[in-house]
């Protein structure tokens, strides 16, 4: 009898050299948890709801067929999301990002929602060896620190893709002097200073650069100022909530530039076509990439999206943030494992069919973003730039302020 004993340790003592004790524990994964670290309150609010109806919208699919199939495990694994919320700042995001890895012991994060927050959360991520794709935001500066974040991988486009075709587009329209605000941050920053260059080079004058604090209840003086000074253009690089605030008050105060372009939120159906009217906004500008003639699956992900929030998506990102999603489902059932690093070369080498179309990364950097100019026309956020991707001529110049 101990003879048997003996022979029967030294067989497992062989198994758990073969196959480590991991490789045994890992039959037992029953699910995919993935955290996030978000705003559900503060300024940022706003602009993190698409992205929370993106990811749950997700979430829910994939659930509903049983979860994502990870060969390692042999069976679909359902994802559980924990969420938690960053109250729109910066440092709770950075310390809810350690507590999901450390103490919850997530598998995957979720990107925070903003150029910013991003920004910060990179490098973390990258210190725990996490997989993080940064779907909303694109700061410039990534590209000096990308080589350091291996795990990192940006999906957004960034200023200097997108500054070029507005000026292009106000170029082509013939407009002489321009008027820019900003909001005080990493997004508002680099949005302008890229921006007043590429105006230089053809041959529009920038007569206003004025920046704006986070959290401003008033913008109706920069906009006295842009007035005053004749502007043909008016460049809001905005936040959502200064969107729908500086629109209303170009509107109140008989503000009517030839162009009028407002940043982040205003590619917003709910957000702002709906919140102001779509025949308030008829002829306003603002970046987006997308809108659902571009693509059968565009069209697809818009009744989707519908069908389950009753309302439409934003037509800046959240394309993007899906496909992303889809790319990386397609990632880990590839790899055929929960692994890091296994899963992250995939993803920095191969790619993957989404609604989008073709999706794939260059050096870290979603290679095929359109970088595009959008306009409300008709309730519908068409792409006027570049040329190329146009789903509608542009309106120019703008069309007086409709007054409810």
Known sequence: ???????????????????PFTAFSQTKADKIRIGHAISLSGPATIGAKSMNQVYDLWIEEVNAKGGIYVKEYDKRLPIELIRYDDKSDLGTMIKQMEKLVLDDKVNFLLPPFGTAFLYAAAPVANKHGYILMGSTGGAIKLKEIISGLPYFFSVLNFADTQMPVLADLLAEFGVKKAAIIYIADLH???YSSVVVPELGLKGIDVVMVNSYPPGIKDLSPLLKKAMALNADAFLGFTYPAETV???????????NPKVFEVNVGSSGSTTFKNALGADVVEGVIGPGGWNAKISPGAKEFVDKFVKRWNEEPEYWGTLQWYSSLQFFQQAIEKAGTLNQKKIRDIMATEKFDTALGPFWFEKGFFANHPGAISQWQKGVFEIIGPKEKRTAVPIFPKPEWHKK
């Open 188 to 190: 508002g920053i680099e």
């Open 1 to 19: 009898m101990g003879n048997l004993k003996f022979k029967v340790c030294i067989i497992l003592s062989i198994l758990f050299i073969v196959f």
């Open 245 to 255: 605030l500086v629109t209303r008050q170009a509107m109140e105060i008989g503000f």
